[in-house]
């Protein structure tokens, strides 16, 4: 099993920046790979961000150029860097991580963009 603890949500304007962290409660190097995912109200859970063992990085479109994803292996903790924030991106943002063929998800942290 795989604990995953979220923490760096807020509250921030427009054109912002926020830095959300995920603390994994394995070794990174045992997890295949490990994600950010986001959530609106009435909307269906999207990607937003992944990261594999390797260092391979994957971007949804909406967010390239704007977020980064990277790992500190030695804290085991993986971290999305979010700038130039827009109002429509506030949603409760999950990390996620697929350790041996299941996936695990934390409890979630909200980040709200005010206009």
């Known amino acids: 099993q795989v604990q995953l603890v979220e923490s760096g949500g807020g509250l921030v304007q427009a054109g912002g920046s926020l830095r959300l962290s995920c603390a994994a409660s394995?070794?990174?190097?045992?997890?295949?790979?490990m994600g950010w995912y986001r959530q609106a109200p009435g909307n269906e859970r999207e990607l937003v961000a992944t990261?594999?063992?390797?260092?391979?990085?994957n971007y949804a479109d909406s967010v390239k150029g704007r977020f980064t994803i990277s790992r500190d292996n030695a804290k085991n903790t993986v971290y999305l860097q979010m700038n130039s924030l827009k109002p429509e991106e506030t949603a409760v943002y999950y990390c996620?991580?697929?350790?041996?063929?299941?996936?695990?998800w934390g409890q979630g942290t909200q980040v709200t963009v005010s206009s």
């Open positions: 990261i594999t063992r390797a260092g391979t990085t």
């Open positions: 394995r070794s990174l190097f045992e997890i295949n790979v």
């Open positions: 996620n991580a697929n350790f041996v063929s299941h996936i695990y």
